[in-house]
T-cell receptor, first 111, second 115 residues
Framework: AQSVAQPEDQVNVAEGNPLTVKCTYS??????LFWYVQYPNRGLQFLLK??????LVKGSYGFEAEFNKSQTSFHLKKPSALVSDSALYFC?????????FGKGTRLHILP | EAQVTQNPRYLITVTGKKLTVTCSQN?????MSWYRQDPGLGLRQIYY???????DKGDVPEGYKVSRKEKRNFPLILESPSPNQTSLYFC??????????????FGPGTRLTVT
């Protein structure tokens, strides 16, 4: 069974509109969840994580994510998209001592 | 500056010719890991290390070797590269999971082509 799924290969959003990048997970026990971003020709950069506590997690560059245990989801959100947010976004989950990444979602912010 | 460095950044080689990709971090991190990134498959973990002399297989370890003789270094070895190992490789490090799960710091990547 896939530990983490990103159901959308690509998401297009107009600049200034809110954005959501979806992630669902499937792990036993308490999930440890992460979002990373990859800009062209760069390594991955950490955005935010959920370990425990508040279901709404705030991270870098104005991004936030909502942990929903009943829906086993950890969607990434931003209230107002910028063209510079265009990048490849990865959701990841801890599984034992390993980190399992989703396949990534390419976010295009249209001017 | 806190960073993870990888060398080389680009490498074109031929089938069967042994190669090593180096990875070094200056943050005194215990946990280090290697990933490969392929279109449509995302990042897949090859090997990881919880600390010096402690390594374990990730999801796609076949055809790769690693060693962790020093805390800062975690080289990836391809004893006999094959074309299906053509990929973009990332090294990453973080604090020990024993202290809680922390974000990983990624290197800039090594683009490997095996012909």
């Amino acid at each position: 069974a896939q530990s983490v799924a990103q159901p959308e290969d690509q998401v297009n959003v107009a600049e200034g509109n809110p954005l959501t990048v979806k992630c669902t997970y499937s792990v036993s026990g308490n999930p440890y969840l992460f979002w990373y971003v990859q800009y062209p020709n760069r390594g991955l950069q950490f955005l935010l994580k959920y370990i425990t506590g508040d279901n709404l997690v705030k991270g870098s560059y104005g991004f936030e994510a909502e942990f929903n245990k009943s829906q086993t989801s950890f969607h990434l959100k931003k209230p107002s998209a910028l063209v510079s947010d265009s990048a490849l976004y990865f959701c990841a989950v801890r599984e034992g001592d390993k980190i399992i990444f989703g396949k990534g979602t390419r976010l295009h912010i249209l001017p | 500056e806190a960073q993870v460095t990888q060398n080389p950044r680009y490498l074109i080689t031929v089938t069967g010719k042994k190669l090593t990709v180096t990875c070094s971090q200056n943050m005194n991190h215990e946990y280090m890991s290697w990933y490969r990134q392929d279109p449509g498959l995302g990042l897949r973990q090859i090997y990881y290390s919880m600390n010096v002399e402690v390594t374990d297989k990730g999801d796609v370890p076949e055809g790769y070797k690693v060693s962790r003789k020093e805390k800062r270094n975690f080289p990836l070895i391809l004893e006999s590269p094959s074309p299906n190992q053509t990929s973009l490789y990332f090294c990453a490090s973080s604090l020990s999971p024993d202290r809680g799960w922390y974000e990983q710091y990624f290197g800039p990547g090594t683009r490997l082509t095996v012909t």
